[in-house]
């Protein structure tokens, strides 16, 4: 039987919940593979329970680090598996290919590539971002196929490392129902409030955010805006943008449960994600199933993805954002027709779907030796 060895270090993280969701389903779908996950000790545990029938080996080493690149590197090459996948492009780029070994890997987006971060050493962080637009480049001309989670990476990938669009195939996520019931956030339980969750880094678009609420809170001065997110460097840059223009109300709820999450969800006025790039945009999709109305940017995949689920502006004109978002707060008719196409939208993704179409690139890759 062919062997499949699947990078599961991510598992566990805010990034790893695709890993976590395809080994889920791939399990489920009960692949013609021998299966083995690489994962950290402390996910062990759960990758077994999920996937009872995979055999898990713990791995010691860290992304981005020199013992991804030697290290495990020799530890997948003496599984001597038949296909390695990678969820991400961070992995050992000189991976040996003896005896016709093969590689898919699935390319999230090249967000990273074009913003900096302001909260790390603007040299150590350009010196990071040439390294990691190297490796993007040798991993999408080195890999036996590419996936992405939508179309508009897809042509993006294939314009930036020149391979051709019939190596990449897109295999769309999906939202996961949160845990019941919701439990208030304190400090927003009994007020009207607008959320974000997710990163505070330079691409989500923060700052023109707070200014088209400041602008928003002259006509509703009731309302509040809640960005959720644990607090790090950049959300303390975005309360200190905050604290100079005068804009009050902003609520930073730091980490939240994802029971505290579905209760933000289902009593906000609206989400809204107003973000630059994106691969996918899992957070909006997720606000849709739980009955939140969508104001979202139009940049790169949002609209492919939210259809029709979500009202749409400028991310980089704050008068149309606030526009916008304002005619979702004061139309009841344009509220409940973005909620209920919001589900219906949401219900069009399936995590059993992704796994299914992953499993059929396997097949083709495995089959072409």
Not at 68 to 77: A, H, N, T
Not at 303 to 324: C, I, N, R
Request: proline share 5%; net charge positive; glycine share 6%.
């Amino acid at each position: 039987m062919r062997h499949l060895v699947i990078d599961a270090k991510e598992s566990g993280t805010s990034t790893g919940r695709y890993i976590d969701n395809l080994i889920k389903y791939l399990h489920r779908t009960g692949p013609d593979f021998r299966v083995t996950l690489l994962a950290k000790a402390h996910r062990v545990e759960y990758l077994q329970t999920i996937a009872p029938s995979f055999t898990v080996v713990e791995t010691p080493y860290k992304e981005f680090t020199l013992g991804e690149q030697i290290g495990f590197k020799k530890q997948i090459e003496s599984l001597q598996p038949d296909l390695v996948f990678f969820p991400a492009v961070q992995q050992p780029v000189w991976l040996s290919r003896q005896n016709g070994r093969k590689v898919v890997t699935t390319m999230q987006d090249l967000t990273t590539l074009r913003f900096r971060n302001p909260s790390k050493n603007p040299l150590v962080y350009t010196a990071k971002q040439i390294v990691y637009r190297w490796v993007n480049h040798r991993v999408a001309r080195r890999s036996d196929w590419i996936i992405t989670p939508s179309e508009f990476v897809r042509q993006d990938v294939a314009q930036f490392s020149g391979i051709s669009l019939d190596r990449i195939t897109v295999t769309h996520e999906a939202a996961d129902e949160l845990p019941t019931p919701g439990q208030a956030v304190e400090d927003l339980a009994g007020k009207q409030f607008i959320m974000y969750i997710g990163r505070p880094t330079p691409h989500k678009n923060l700052e023109r955010l707070v200014e088209a609420f400041a602008k928003l809170q002259a006509n509703k001065p009731e309302l509040y805006l809640a960005l959720a997110g644990k607090k790090d460097a950049n959300y303390e840059r975005i309360g200190r943008l905050a604290d100079s223009k005068g804009v009050k109300q902003v609520v930073f709820t730091d980490f939240i449960s994802e029971q505290q999450l579905r209760w933000m969800y289902e009593n906000c006025q609206a989400y809204v994600f107003p973000s630059l790039s994106e691969g996918f945009g899992l957070p909006g999709l997720e606000a849709m199933q739980h009955g939140a109305p969508v104001v979202s940017s139009n940049a790169t995949c949002l609209p492919e993805v939210y259809g029709d689920g979500a009202h749409y502006f400028d991310p980089l004109s704050v008068g149309d954002m606030t526009a916008k978002i304002t005619e979702v707060l004061d139309d009841a008719n344009l509220r409940d027709r973005l909620i209920k196409a919001g589900k219906a939208q949401a219900s069009h993704y399936s995590w059993q779907r992704m796994a299914e179409q992953t499993l059929a690139v396997f097949e083709k890759v495995t089959r072409s030796r």
